[in-house]
């Protein structure tokens, strides 16, 4: 079979921890190429997988011959190389939050669509086995409609995950980020969560703030560290999310969704992940694997996704579209908070 040749914008800790390591794994790809800004990075992360050093994306797709790119990098320059990378024909896996608004967001769906190529989100929390056990107990029926949900992504912050290492991480400027905690953890969660229950979020109140997270020189960062959202379907389940910088001593990234006939709980034990008490006390508990924390980082499955959905010409099920939606939750958020008001999300 014919490899996949892949680039890789970006050699920092999601390239390094997940999307290299996971590519160099997949027998179907060949990795190419990889670009950093900063070019002892990128030498570095070259040397370590046989790929060619780039600083500058452009002239990697100017040079290389591949078929395929990764965008690893700050947030802001997602829709900018996905764009670019679409345009010169390569199919793009892009991290998430797809763009900084929804428009770029559209013309980056927009633009794989006029050249015939994938474009892949990484939303990786729908691929996690405890939450594709989830799915298939919702969908099976057994505990009756959904009526109301909480979930939750919580940790210490980007700082000591991001390969700066320091609180000078791009994460903590908004014209890179865009948007903190919110972004970083709650567009995951807003995508799993939409996909989980199987509606779609139609509104939302929302609290955003910065309440602890310091510059070294003591200024509270200019983005969010935490954010409570309500938010509500279209057939009128109601339930909350959650985004947090500052769990400090320990990462909650667990959903529970309370139904007719019982509780679904998803990554609060050990042992059993997924759990379902039933209203008659008797309980379901699954071993499924666990959940990938920024310690423990445990396959995702999502490049391997997207190189199977390039060799099969299958449209990757984490399209640009499911990225938007999960993008316009968060966007919604923000728009909840800088009004003081319920906020409608766009469809
Ligand atoms: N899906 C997930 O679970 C998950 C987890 C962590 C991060 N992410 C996402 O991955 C992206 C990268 O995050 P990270 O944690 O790897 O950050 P990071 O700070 O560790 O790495 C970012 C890298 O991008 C490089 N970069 C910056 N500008 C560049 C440019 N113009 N050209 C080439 N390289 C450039 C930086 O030098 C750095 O090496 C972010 O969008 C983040 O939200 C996703």
Redo the contacts with the bound molecule.
């Keep these: 079979m014919k490899k996949v040749r892949v680039g890789i914008?970006?050699?920092?800790?999601?390239?390094q921890k997940?999307h290299i390591r996971e590519t160099a794994e997949n027998p179907n790809v060949e990795l190419v190429a990889v670009?950093?800004?900063?070019k002892e990075?990128a030498e570095q992360v070259a040397k370590q997988y046989g790929m060619k050093a780039y600083?500058?994306?452009k002239e990697l797709l100017a040079k290389e011959n591949i078929d395929a790119v990764i965008v690893?990098?700050?947030?802001y320059?997602?829709a900018p190389?996905s764009i670019y990378s679409l345009k010169a024909g390569k199919h793009v896996l892009c991290?998430?939050?797809m763009a900084i608004s929804s428009l770029e967001a559209e013309e980056m769906i927009r633009t794989a669509k006029e050249n015939g190529k994938f474009l892949m989100i990484?939303?990786?929390q729908r691929l996690m086995k405890p939450h594709v056990k989830a799915k298939e107990i919702l969908e099976s029926g057994k505990l009756g409609k959904i009526l109301t949900f909480r979930t939750t992504f919580g940790h210490g912050g980007?700082e000591s995950?991001?390969?700066?290492q320091s609180l000078k991480?791009?994460?903590f400027k908004k014209e890179e980020a865009f948007v903190g905690a919110m972004?970083?953890l709650g567009v995951?969660k807003a995508d799993l969560i939409r996909w989980l229950i199987g509606e779609e979020i139609s509104e939302v109140a929302a609290f955003v703030s910065t309440l602890d997270k310091k510059y070294d020189n003591g200024q509270l960062i200019n983005v969010d560290d935490n954010a409570t959202c309500i938010l509500k379907t279209k057939s009128g389940i109601i339930g909350s999310l959650i985004a947090s910088w500052t769990y400090k001593g320990g990462e909650d990234n667990g959903t529970i969704i309370y139904c007719e006939k019982g509780v679904l709980k998803i990554g609060y034990d050990p042992e059993f992940q997924v759990i379902v008490n039933y209203k008659d006390d008797t309980r379901d508990c699954y071993n499924v694997g666990g959940i990938?924390t920024n310690l423990k980082q445990l396959n995702?499955g999502?490049s391997d996704l997207f190189i199977d959905c390039i060799l099969n010409g299958r449209e990757p099920e984490i399209s640009g579209d499911e990225g938007l939606k999960a993008l316009n939750i968060i966007l919604a958020c923000l728009e909840s908070q800088e009004k003081s008001t319920v906020a409608k999300v766009k469809q």
Excluded at 9 to 15: D, L, R, W
Excluded at 72 to 75: A, D, G, M
Aim: glycine share 10%; charged share 20%.
């Design positions: 914008f970006g050699a920092g800790s999601i390239a997940r670009c950093d800004i900063v990075r600083e500058d994306y690893c990098t700050p947030n320059l997602h190389m991290e998430k939050p990484g939303h990786n980007p995950w991001s390969v700066a991480t791009w994460f972004g970083d995951h990938s995702s999502v």
